[in-house]
């Protein structure tokens, strides 16, 4: 059994024919350059794209297979050098029983079942060929597809106040839109993490997964989980999923949810925040609503004491971009020595890194791999900060 660190939500920006799938995803986001990055630069074991669904993309995963540039594994998703790639797509659900829109991946074996999954999709969608695209079925029928296909059902960043399960879609519980038998796992999203997520009860019964939901190469494996399998595959993760044989998970690593977006309830006009529980509009300009924060959100749900110990550990970590002294120059000459931004963040010693960077730089590092800097907090689509010398706000 072998650990392999697994980021399973990122987008795909364009085809090779440059036309686009996620529109406000870069332009290099394309298959062979996201499956370089991952397996090359970030050191990932498995890695997710969730625009799988989109016929022309299928169609390269197809060519590429067939050219031999990937190969598709007996027990499901594509070997590319050292890291597997899952065939997965992100749907927006909004029906009758949701009080607005949530997003939801589906992850299917095979490249076979994931072509007809796109054809069932096309029949209910407005464009199969775009990203996150509004699905007209309800939740349970979509379930009810992706289980028959053998696929794998986990809400998306499910606490996030846009297009999410707790943010948006619900009032209390997701018995309202989802049928809880076929939920294999769910996604916490950038402003949370375990002891968060996990004063809720309903969710104990589910694996929590991180992943970066990356726009951009260089925020791929921003957040990851990672997996304890016989080798990275669809079945070895459907098995770590339920826990079985072995196979769990073993830990998740992820921004500290302070510096995700969407931490506090905050004006996304202006950036205020409010002054007291309950003001109607923003004090500062007016605006009428507030976008609400994970952290508040949570306060509304919460029905139990968070239990870490039950739990794999939630490692906070800083993306070596967040950290000062670390621009495009230094990130590359670290690279040149460590390989990965895996090793940097979690293998390099301390002289090992001295030997490098000058010793400021260097510090920041180890400080931020103990937990030890300053966070401020983020809040209404804006991120949060690292402060490297003062307390968290
Ligand atoms: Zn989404
Ligand atoms: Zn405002």
Redesign the pocket.
């Known amino acids: 059994m072998r650990e392999f660190f697994a980021d399973i939500h990122i987008h795909i920006g364009r085809t090779r024919t440059g036309r686009a799938v996620k529109i406000t995803g870069a332009r290099s986001l394309t298959i062979d350059q996201i499956l370089i990055e991952a397996s090359e630069n970030k050191g990932m074991g498995m890695i997710g794209v969730i625009d799988a669904q989109s016929p022309e993309v299928l169609e390269e995963l197809v060519d590429g297979v067939r050219e031999g540039r990937y190969t598709e594994l007996d027990d499901g998703g594509l070997s590319f050098g050292q890291t597997v790639l899952l065939l997965g797509s992100e749907l927006e659900i909004n029906d009758d029983h949701s009080n607005g829109p949530i997003h939801v991946l589906a992850f299917m074996p095979t490249l076979q079942k994931m072509s007809e999954f796109s054809a069932w999709l096309s029949l209910h969608m407005k464009n199969v060929h775009l990203s996150s695209q509004r699905l007209y079925v309800d939740g349970r029928t979509l379930q009810h597809k992706v289980k028959e296909l053998g696929g794998l059902f986990i809400p998306a960043h499910i606490f996030t106040p846009h297009k999410s399960l707790y943010g948006k879609g619900v009032k209390v519980s997701l018995t309202e839109v989802f049928d809880p038998d076929q939920i294999d796992a769910v996604e916490l999203g950038l402003s949370c993490d375990t002891s968060m997520a996990s004063q809720l009860s309903e969710l104990n019964r589910y694996p929590f997964l991180t992943n970066s939901d990356a726009h951009s190469l260089g925020k791929i494996a921003r957040e990851y989980t990672k997996i304890q399998m016989d080798h990275a595959s669809f079945t070895e993760f459907a098995l770590a999923l339920q826990g079985k044989d072995g196979r769990k998970i073993t830990g998740n690593y992820g921004l500290a949810p302070r510096l995700g977006k969407y931490y506090h309830t905050t004006?996304e006009?202006?950036g205020?925040r409010p002054e007291i529980e309950d003001e109607k509009k923003?004090h500062?300009?007016g605006?009428t609503w507030w976008t609400k924060g994970v952290s508040e959100r949570l306060k509304e749900l919460a029905d139990q004491e968070s239990d870490n110990g039950k739990r794999p550990p939630y490692v906070h970590q800083l993306p070596l971009q967040f950290i000062p002294g670390i621009g495009a120059k230094t990130l590359q000459k670290l690279k040149n020595v460590f390989q990965t931004e895996m090793n940097i963040l979690h293998q390099a010693t301390e002289n090992e890194l001295k030997a490098v960077l000058p010793e400021k730089t260097a510090n920041y590092i180890i400080k931020a791999r103990k937990g030890e800097v300053g966070l401020i907090a983020g809040g209404g689509g804006v991120y949060g900060k690292v402060d490297m010398n003062h307390e968290s706000t």
Do not use: I
């Open positions: 004006c006009k202006c205020t923003c500062a300009c605006h």
